[in-house]
C-alpha cells in the first residue's frame, strides 16, 4: 500500500531524523538554561532535572506515584473498552439502532468531559475511583463510535458465505465480523489510551491525593520546579513508550 | 414429446418451438441425468420483494417449478434482474422463498444446507483477514467436519484447480482470476454433492474466462457432483451445461428448457463445432425478446423514477 509506506517510520531516514529532534530538544533546553535566556525558576537546567530524577527514582517516590496513576489508567482503560466493544457489537446488529445511537454517542464525545469533573469527585471522592470513573466514561466514547462503524461496515458478502457453510453465530464473529472489524476496533482502542492517559493525569492534576498528576501539580505548587520536570519528563518518556508498543501492536494485525 | 409432468406445464407453450434447433433437444433430459436421481426439486416457488416504495412489491419470481437430477449441469440463463440468483439463493437457503417448496433430495429446505450444497459466488468470498489455507481450514470447521485430513483435502483441491503454491497467500494478494479458481477449489473441498454457482466467472476477462470453463469442465467430469450454474453468458452456458433453463424477464419464469448433449469434459474444441454455434443461436433466439422487454420496463421504471437493478 502505497499509504503504508508513506506513513512507515521505521526507515533509516525518518528514524534518524526523530533522533535528531529528540536531540535538538535537549540542546535548546541546555542553550536557554545554561546561556542565561530564561530564569532557571521557570526551567531548570537538564543536568539539575536529571539529578531530580535519579532521586524520584531512588527515594521509591517514582514508583509509589506510577503505581497508583498506571492501575488507574488501566482500571479506566478496561472500563471503557469492554462495554465500549460490547455495546459497539450490539448496536452494529441493524442498520435503525446505528442510525439512533451513532449520532447519541458521537454527540456526547464532542462535549468536552472535563466540565463535569467536579462531579465525578462529588460521586467518586477524591482517591483514585473519580480518576478511573472519569477516564473510563470518558474513553468509552472513541471505543464505542469505531466499533459501532467497524462491525456494522461487515461485508454481507463473507456473512452470506460464512451461513452458507453452516457458520453458528459464535462462528461468525470469531471468524468474520471480529477479524472484519479487528482494524477500525484497534484505532479505537488506540485512541481510548490516549484519552485515558490524558484523562486520569489531568484529572491527578486538578484535584487529588496520589499520583503522578497530583505530584506534577504539588511540585509546581511549591516552585520546586526541578522535580516538577522530573516527573513530566518521567510521563513523556512512558508515553512514547506506550506510542511504539501500540504502533507495533497495530503493524502486527495489519494484514497485506 | 418427452416433457416431464409438473415442470414445464405453461412455459413450454410461450416458446416458438419452430427454430432450427440443431442437436439440442428441447425440453428433454439428456442420457446421463434421465436415470439419475432427483437431487434438487424446486415446486412452484414465487418470491415477492418489498419495493422502494412503502406498499410497493416486486414479483421476482413467478410459481418456477424445475427439477435436477444427481450429477446434472444446470445453467441458469437469463436477463439481468430476471431472479436467477434469486432461485439459486432460494434453493441454497439464503433466501426465503415467499411460496413453494425447494427439496434436496427428501429433505426441504429451511435454510443452508452446508452438508449437502457448497456456494460459489461472482465475487471471491475468501476472507482476506485469513491465508488460504486458513480459510478452507475456518470452512471446514463452520461445516462441523470432523475429517483430520482437511490439509490433504484442501491441497488436492488446490492443486486441481493448479493453485497449490498459493496456499500462504493472502487473498489480496492474488488476482482476482486466481481468487476465483480457489473459491471453485474451496467449493470442490467442501465436499458437498451439489454446488451452485453464482455468476462465478462474470468479473474475469474473456480468456481466463474460457480457461477457467475448459478447467470447470475437466473437474466436474471426474467428481460427478450436481452444479447448478447462473449466467448470462451464452456461450458459457453452452460449453459447460448438460441443461439450459432460459428464464423471462421478471417476473422470472421458465420460458425454455434445452439439452446440450456433448459429454464431459469438454474440449475447447467443442466451441468451434457448427453445433456449438447452432445452440448458441438458438439461446439467443429465445433471450431477444427477453432483453428487449427487460431493456424497456428498465426505461419505464427510470421515467417513473423507481429503478431497482
Not at chain 1, 4 to 9: G, I, N, W, Y
Not at chain 1, 152 to 176: E, P
Not at chain 1, 207 to 224: D, F, P, R
Request: a neutral charge.
Amino acid at each position: 500500500m502505497a499509504e503504508r509506506s508513506a506513513l512507515d517510520s521505521s526507515g533509516i531516514v525518518p528514524r534518524s531524523i526523530q533522533v535528531g529532534f529528540v536531540a535538538a530538544v535537549i540542546g535548546l533546553w541546555f542553550f536557554l538554561t545554561l546561556g542565561g535566556h530564561v530564569h532557571l525558576l521557570l526551567l531548570p537546567d537538564p543536568v539539575k532535572v536529571w539529578y531530580a530524577m535519579v532521586q524520584l527514582a531512588v527515594s521509591g517516590q517514582l514508583w509509589a506515584a506510577a503505581k497508583v496513576t498506571l492501575l488507574s489508567i488501566l482500571k479506566a482503560y478496561f472500563t471503557a473498552v469492554i462495554p465500549g466493544l460490547a455495546i459497539g457489537f450490539l448496536v452494529s446488529r441493524t442498520l435503525r439502532s446505528v442510525q439512533f445511537f451513532e449520532p447519541i454517542f458521537s454527540g456526547i464525545f464532542s462535549v468536552p468531559l472535563t466540565l463535569f469533573f467536579p462531579l465525578f469527585i462529588f460521586f467518586f471522592g477524591i482517591g483514585p475511583n473519580s480518576k478511573i470513573a472519569y477516564g473510563g466514561l470518558y474513553a468509552f466514547f472513541p471505543v464505542v463510535i469505531t466499533s459501532i462503524a467497524a462491525f456494522a461496515n461487515t461485508d454481507q458478502l463473507y456473512i452470506r458465505a460464512a451461513q452458507s457453510m453452516g457458520a453458528s453465530q459464535l462462528q461468525l464473529f470469531r471468524r468474520v465480523y471480529f477479524p472484519s472489524a479487528l482494524p477500525g476496533i484497534l484505532t479505537g482502542l488506540r485512541i481510548a489510551t490516549v484519552v485515558c492517559v490524558a484523562s486520569v493525569l489531568g484529572g491527578e492534576t486538578i484535584s487529588s491525593t496520589n499520583g503522578v498528576g497530583h505530584a506534577i501539580a504539588l511540585q509546581a505548587e511549591l516552585m520546586e520546579t526541578a522535580r516538577m520536570y522530573a516527573w513530566v519528563v518521567y510521563v513523556v518518556v512512558a508515553v512514547v513508550a506506550l506510542n511504539m508498543a501500540l504502533s507495533v501492536i497495530e503493524t502486527r494485525t495489519e494484514r497485506k | 414429446m418427452p416433457m416431464s409432468a409438473t415442470q414445464q406445464r405453461s412455459q413450454g407453450q410461450q416458446f416458438n418451438r419452430g427454430r432450427g434447433a440443431g442437436d439440442a433437444v428441447m425440453d428433454g433430459k439428456s442420457k446421463l441425468a434421465a436415470d439419475a436421481p432427483v437431487a434438487i426439486a424446486v415446486e412452484h416457488v414465487t418470491q415477492r420483494f418489498d419495493g422502494r416504495r412503502p406498499g410497493q412489491q416486486v414479483l421476482a419470481l413467478d410459481d418456477v417449478s424445475l427439477e435436477i437430477r444427481a450429477g446434472e449441469f444446470l445453467c441458469l440463463l437469463g436477463p439481468s434482474g430476471c431472479g436467477k440468483s434469486t432461485l439459486l439463493n432460494i434453493i441454497g437457503g439464503l433466501n426465503r422463498q415467499t411460496s413453494g417448496t425447494v427439496r434436496i433430495g427428501d429433505t426441504v429446505v429451511r435454510g443452508p444446507t452446508p452438508s449437502q450444497v457448497a456456494f460459489v459466488f461472482q465475487e471471491s468470498t475468501l476472507f482476506p483477514w485469513y491465508t488460504v489455507l486458513e480459510n478452507f481450514k475456518v470452512s471446514s470447521d463452520f461445516q462441523r467436519s470432523q475429517a483430520s485430513t482437511w490439509n490433504d483435502r484442501a491441497m488436492s483441491a488446490l492443486r486441481s484447480v493448479g493453485m497449490e503454491n498459493f496456499a500462504n497467500h493472502y487473498p489480496n494478494q492474488l488476482s482476482i482470476g486466481m481468487k476465483q479458481r480457489i473459491n471453485l477449489a474451496r467449493g470442490i473441498f467442501l465436499d458437498t454433492p451439489i454446488i451452485l454457482m453464482d455468476e462465478p466467472f462474470a468479473a474475469l476477462d474473456e480468456q481466463t474466462r474460457m480457461v477457467l470453463g475448459e478447467d470447470l469442465s475437466v473437474l466436474l467430469a471426474r467428481t460427478g457432483k450436481t452444479i447448478v450454474f447462473v449466467t448470462h453468458s451464452l456461450a458459457e452456458a453452452v460449453f459447460l451445461a448438460d441443461r439450459i433453463v432460459v428464464m423471462t424477464a421478471r417476473p422470472g419464469r421458465i420460458k425454455a428448457t434445452l439439452t446440450v448433449e456433448e459429454p464431459h469434459p469438454r474440449s475447447p474444441d467443442f466451441m468451434l463445432a457448427p453445433r456449438f454455434s447452432e445452440i448458441r443461436n438458438e439461446l439467443f433466439a429465445i433471450l431477444r425478446d427477453e432483453i428487449r422487454q427487460t431493456v424497456a420496463a428498465m426505461r419505464e421504471a427510470r421515467d417513473e423514477g423507481v429503478v431497482d437493478g
